[in-house]
């Protein structure tokens, strides 16, 4: 097996023990403390496991975005001071996340939505200085620079990296039983959230899939598995809650784990570039994006927390 495969089977692998090691927490049946863990739990209000989990979806599109944005726009040599901003901001967000990942207060944290906010008016902002670089070109919209200017989707991420994170800071502050978002069930607000963001980032998978003229049959995953977990996920908040939605939360677990293995895939994806790893300091910029992917696995968890009290909603 040459080196490259051996790589991207190694990624693949870690991938996969990640994802169990997260379901088993997420499940409270790890070996050795599963008791421990469900008193734990018992003693969280649903509301508040949800906004916790929030956060830490909020960390992780946090994460891919310091990764990509790190990468791009050292690629562009930092040509624009502001360039810094998402680095610095994408640090204050995955902070941000990871500490209220862990906080067990049922209430807002001041600081962490003053940085959630930041963001995410720093995704608005990035996006249209990722507009203005496709439109100042010859031909403006046309195909090669959708394909090949600024990312038109990736201050997207970090736009609902913030949105998420503001969203499980004012969840926090609503009461236990029946928390209400922007006038409705928190669980239908939440859930129509996650949908609108899986909705873009397969629409950024599809463009970018599109311009390598989907060579992989792999590369359908991306732009097949995800919108029927919107379609479900959809579903769920619009029509009446019901206690067990089964189909849509296997859905949304086979989406959390098109991430990881997306990783996978963009690994091997620049190992087949010329020189392989042994030239990675051109072949990470010029191949598949490794930052991507993970995007699909922190909105298909915050689907699952909407999912989550969803069903919660029909027991009231």
Not at 16 to 39: D, H, I, K, M, S
Not at 92 to 116: E, F
Not at 270 to 284: D, F, H, L, T
Request: proline share 6%; glycine share 12%; hydrophobic share 50%.
């Amino acid at each position: 097996m040459q080196k490259a495969e051996v790589i991207g089977l190694g990624i693949v692998s870690a991938a996969a023990a990640l994802a169990a090691t997260v379901a088993l927490t997420r499940t409270g049946t790890t070996p050795g403390n599963a008791g421990r863990q469900n008193v734990a739990r018992t003693t969280i209000p649903a509301h508040l496991d949800a906004a916790r989990k929030l956060n830490r979806s909020s960390a992780l599109l946090a994460l891919s975005v310091l990764a990509d944005s790190g990468m791009e726009h050292y690629r562009g040599s930092f040509e624009n001071r502001v360039m810094y901003t998402p680095l610095v901001v994408s640090v204050l967000s995955l902070g941000a996340g990871v500490h209220g990942g862990m906080d067990r207060n049922a209430a807002a944290h001041r600081l962490r939505d003053a940085i959630y906010l930041t963001a995410a008016a720093t995704g608005v902002i990035g996006n249209g200085f990722h507009l203005y670089n496709i439109v100042k070109r010859p031909g403006g919209f046309g195909w090669s620079n959708l394909f090949y200017a600024a990312p038109i989707g990736a201050p997207i991420a970090m736009l609902l990296s913030g949105a998420l994170g503001a969203v499980a800071e004012r969840l926090r502050d609503e009461p236990a039983r029946d928390p209400r978002l922007a006038g409705m069930p928190a669980g239908r607000a939440l859930a129509l959230l996650a949908s609108v963001g899986l909705i873009g980032t397969v629409g950024e998978a599809a463009l970018l899939h599109f311009r390598g003229a989907f060579h992989n049959p792999a590369m359908y995953a991306p732009v097949a598995i995800p919108p029927l977990a919107v379609a479900l996920l959809a579903h769920a908040a619009i029509a009446e809650p019901q206690p067990k939605r089964w189909i849509t939360r296997m859905w949304l677990r086979c989406t959390a784990l098109l991430g990881f293995a997306g990783v996978g895939f963009h690994t091997f994806g620049v190992a087949r570039n010329m020189g392989g790893w042994r030239n990675w300091s051109q072949n990470i910029f010029s191949g598949p994006p490794l930052p991507a992917p993970p995007s699909f696995t922190a909105l298909a968890l915050a689907g699952l927390a909407a999912l989550g009290l969803r069903e919660g909603e029909a027991d009231e």
